[in-house]
């Protein structure tokens, strides 16, 4: 899990329960004002409990039975709730989560994230992606009946078919990771094909798996980058360092001279060294990206044990008719 997001999701939460305890103590003190018969029984219900408390301490084995007058004493405040128009549970400890009592956490030996944290991690993580908004684009939600299936005269191979190929490559890698012999993937086709989607249909999978991943457009890589060159400011990283980087849309950026090729050499070869995973989409062929970013980079990538080059061909997929 990333830090500074557990960090900001725990703070969060003790935010909620101290509205928690705020909403207890206004409910209580609604009963004190507003409920005198109600106020009278809690009343003896305290004495109950600290005169129990006191037998115990004295040796009192009679204390015991006092277990069914409680129990009776709240029968008696939660029918009086009611007839007062107050939900039974009015004075329980409130909060979100049954499980955890909204302290992220179960378990006493051993603490584990609660479904709801791990929930609301995954949100977090995925908005910091820019992932939250429209239909989410999943493996679940991939539509091959939106592509073209007529096979190509020649290769006989339709686009439907080919998309669906690269995209059981692409989720059999995310349902894999981290146990893949490839660690690297790129992603080759024109605009409008889907690589994208593909892309965030890995992330929203290694996210549910639980997977530390970070996408971003070969654009923001560049400002960072170029932060990073000339502030002497390591804004990349971050990048280096993530188990799974996601870098869309390479070759869209605009081309610096000594800052551009140096630091995508600099990260992918960082990213291998440290067999890291880094997954890349790229309007540009092979070819086209050997013109644009020398061979130094290209041999990062053309490279059959280390990465897998995967092809997508056909027509826009925007620009047909729906
Ligand atoms: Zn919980």
Not at 75 to 96: C, F, H, K, T, W
Not at 272 to 283: E, H, P
Not at 289 to 307: A, M
Request: charge should be negative; charged fraction near 30%.
């Amino acid at each position: 899990m990333r830090e500074d997001l557990l960090n900001e999701l725990e703070a969060e939460y003790e935010v909620q329960r101290l509205a928690n305890e705020k909403t207890e103590a206004a409910r209580r003190e609604r009963i004190r004002q507003e409920f005198p018969q109600i106020e009278a029984m809690l009343s003896r219900r305290e004495e109950m409990i600290f005169g129990t408390v006191r037998k115990i301490f004295s040796g009192d084995t009679d204390a015991a039975n006092l277990t069914e007058q409680m129990e009776e004493l709240n029968r008696g405040i939660r029918s009086l709730l009611r007839q007062n128009g107050l939900p039974e549970d009015y004075l329980a400890p409130v909060y979100r989560c049954e499980k955890c009592r909204d302290t992220g956490y179960r378990g006493d030996l051993i603490r584990e994230p609660c479904e709801c944290l791990t929930a609301l991690y995954q949100k977090k993580i995925r908005e910091s992606i820019g992932l939250q908004n429209g239909k989410p684009e999943t493996f679940e939600t991939f539509d091959e009946e939106l592509i073209p299936d007529t096979p190509d005269p020649a290769t006989g191979i339709s686009q439907r078919k080919q998309t669906v190929f690269v995209r059981n490559v692409c989720e059999k890698w995310a349902d894999s990771y981290p146990d893949t012999e490839i660690r690297d993937l790129l992603l080759t086709g024109q605009s409008g094909l889907g690589k994208t989607f593909l892309l965030h249909a890995m992330v929203h999978r290694l996210i549910a798996r639980g997977h530390n991943v970070l996408m971003v457009s070969a654009y923001h890589f560049l400002q960072m980058a170029r932060k990073s060159y000339f502030d002497a400011e390591n804004g990349v990283q971050e990048l280096m360092e993530v188990p799974v980087l996601m870098l869309d849309d390479l070759g869209s950026e605009p081309m610096m001279q000594n800052v551009t090729i140096e630091q995508l050499f600099h990260l992918l070869n960082e990213r291998q060294a440290r067999n890291l995973c880094t997954i890349i989409s790229t309007n540009l062929s092979l070819e086209e990206l050997r013109k644009r970013y020398t061979e130094r980079i290209v041999s990062r990538l053309n490279h059959p044990k280390r990465c897998m080059i995967l092809t997508l061909d056909g027509q826009d997929l925007r620009k047909l008719e729906r």
